[in-house]
Structures are given as structure tokens and as C-alpha cells.
């Protein structure tokens, strides 16, 4: 059974679309459609169904999906098993990350990765909304989140500190939070649908109500309001190192608690095989943040 004809059936399926399949393969639409008919010819069942504005799986493209993305795995796998070490990485890495996190760390460790290596292209997708990698043909994605169990496969990359963070002119108006209980006097600058932070305490979770005149649906709108000086938000450190630094952020410590820790974790659909391009990638950001 042709490679290249089943990826063009795990592309389309992936993006939605034959002209996107192409364009991911570097065929032309034409050609596309004609080795998804001979593949179809080949197993002997219609795999997808299409019209001139949509494209879905059948019921049997459905069933067959997943042996094709096996066969393509297994494929890629032979060809890194022959390949010497010195040859790097080579293919489109599709990667996610939450937006905050995608501008301030994964991007420029991007930049440094095509440069180290030439034979790889990257696919950046920034979403702050929890991706499908499955359904969406994404190599890696990286979370900073406790994670769910699923099937996918999940390593810790680096611990991801967070603390408390107001500006000086916040605090000089409205007094320095000692413990917890004192938050529910102050303007607390929350995820939008957040209610509750958590904290740990003696071994235990304590969660307190918060309340406040602004919540975002992003972290990056968290830290611009915090830094205006309208309340107290919870960010990481990776994100206002520049503005503690200079002084325009401070943290707050509080002395009976402290943030459940988060961790930030790189996640990739299958271990039977992990493509070079996601591994040394994942190396590459596990120093950086080292």
C-alpha cells in the first residue's frame, strides 16, 4: 500500500480539506484527489465523502484512519532507524502552546531550532483552548495544566512556578495580603469562570473564594490589567521575569499557603515511536527552561 497515498488520507482527514492536504504535501490538488481514489480503488470501499464545500470521513474511512496513521508511523520509524544521529531532525513539527507561553519561550526556541535544523519546517498553532492533537495531526503540545488521563503520552518538562503578583502602586493603596483570608478583601484578577485559587496549607488544600472587578479569558490580558495596577493576579514566572526585574511587579508571599505547583509537561499522541523532530525538540525546550 502507497505512503504518500495514505497520507494524503490522514492529511485531509486532519485539516478538513483535500486543497490542505496537498498543500501540506507539497502536491498539487489534483494529484490528491487521484491518490485518494486509488486508494479507495485499493481497499475497495469509499473512505471519504465529498462535495464541493465539505469533506468527512465515512464510516469506513472512520475504521481506517487509524490503521493508515499506524502504517505512517511505522514507515517514519524504519527510515529513523537507518538514519545516523548526526543527521537531525527532518519534516513539518506541528506544535501548541497556550499564547503567553508560545511568544515567550516557544517561539523564540523555534527560531534557534530550524536553525540547528535545516530540514525541518514548523507549524505553530497559539490557543489558550485546549487542542485535539489527535483530530488535529498535532505532533507536540505543551501544557502547563494538571493533566487528564487520556492516551496520550505526557512528559514533565520543568516545574513552572507561580506566585502571587500586584504592582507597588496596588500594594501602596491597598495594603500587602499577609495570609490567605486577606484576599477576599482585595481585587483578585481571575481567569474568566474562576472562582476559587488553591492553595497548600499544612499538607492540605485550601481553596478561597476571589472576586474582582476584571477576569480575561487569556493570561497575557491577566498580566497587562495587572501591571495597570487594577488588582492581584496569579501568573508564572517565566511570564513577568522582565517586570520584577524592573521593579513594576512585585510578588506576595502569603505566610500560610502557597500556590499548588503546576508543572509544564510536552504531550504527544503514541510512544510507540517519537519522531526525531519531536524529541530533540522537546530537548531543546527542556534546556531552555533549565
Known amino acids: 500500500m502507497d505512503h504518500t ?13 483535500l486543497a490542505a492536504a496537498a498543500r501540506r504535501l507539497g502536491i498539487s490538488p489534483l494529484m490528491a484527489t487521484r491518490r485518494l481514489a486509488a486508494l479507495e480503488a485499493d481497499v475497495g470501499a469509499r473512505l471519504m465523502q465529498r462535495t ?19 502504517m505512517l508511523e511505522n514507515e517514519a520509524a524504519a527510515r529513523a532507524s537507518v ?5 537531525g531532525a527532518s519534516g513539518l513539527l506541528r506544535l501548541t502552546a497556550s499564547a503567553a507561553f508560545g511568544r515567550k519561550v516557544v517561539t523564540p526556541l523555534v527560531g534557534e531550532f530550524l536553525r540547528a535544523n535545516p530540514q525541518v519546517s514548523v507549524d505553530l ?20 495544566a494538571p493533566l487528564k488521563d487520556s492516551g496520550l503520552i505526557a512528559r514533565r518538562v520543568a516545574p513552572n512556578p507561580r506566585a ?10 491597598h495594603g500587602t ?14 481567569l474568566t469562570g474562576t472562582t476559587h485559587w488553591s492553595f497548600q496549607a499544612g499538607g492540605r488544600t485550601q481553596r478561597v473564594r476571589v472576586q474582582g472587578r476584571f477576569t480575561a479569558n487569556s493570561i497575557e490580558g491577566l498580566r497587562e490589567i495587572c501591571l495597570s495596577s487594577a488588582g492581584i493576579a496569579i501568573l508564572s514566572g517565566w511570564d513577568v521575569r522582565e517586570e520584577v526585574a524592573a521593579g513594576r511587579l512585585v510578588p506576595i508571599d502569603l505566610a500560610d499557603g502557597e500556590l499548588e505547583p503546576l508543572a509544564i509537561w510536552a504531550v504527544h499522541p503514541s510512544s510507540r515511536f517519537v519522531p526525531p523532530k519531536v524529541r530533540l525538540f522537546v530537548d531543546a525546550l527542556e534546556r531552555a527552561l533549565r
Do not use: K, M, W
Open 5 to 17: 497515498t495514505l497520507a494524503v488520507l490522514v492529511e485531509a482527514a486532519h485539516a478538513g480539506s
Open 125 to 144: 498553532l497559539l490557543t489558550d483552548t485546549q487542542v485535539d492533537i489527535v483530530g488535529q495531526g498535532i505532533d507536540l503540545a505543551i501544557r502547563i
Open 177 to 190: 495580603p499577609g495570609v490567605i483570608a486577606d484576599l477576599g478583601g482585595h481585587q483578585c484578577l481571575t
Open 52 to 70: 464541493t464545500r465539505s469533506l468527512a470521513l465515512t464510516p469506513e474511512g472512520e475504521a481506517f484512519l487509524p490503521y493508515a496513521q499506524a
Open 164 to 173: 502571587l503578583y500586584a504592582t507597588p502602586f496596588y500594594l501602596e493603596a
Open 83 to 87: 538514519r545516523p544521529s548526526s543527521a
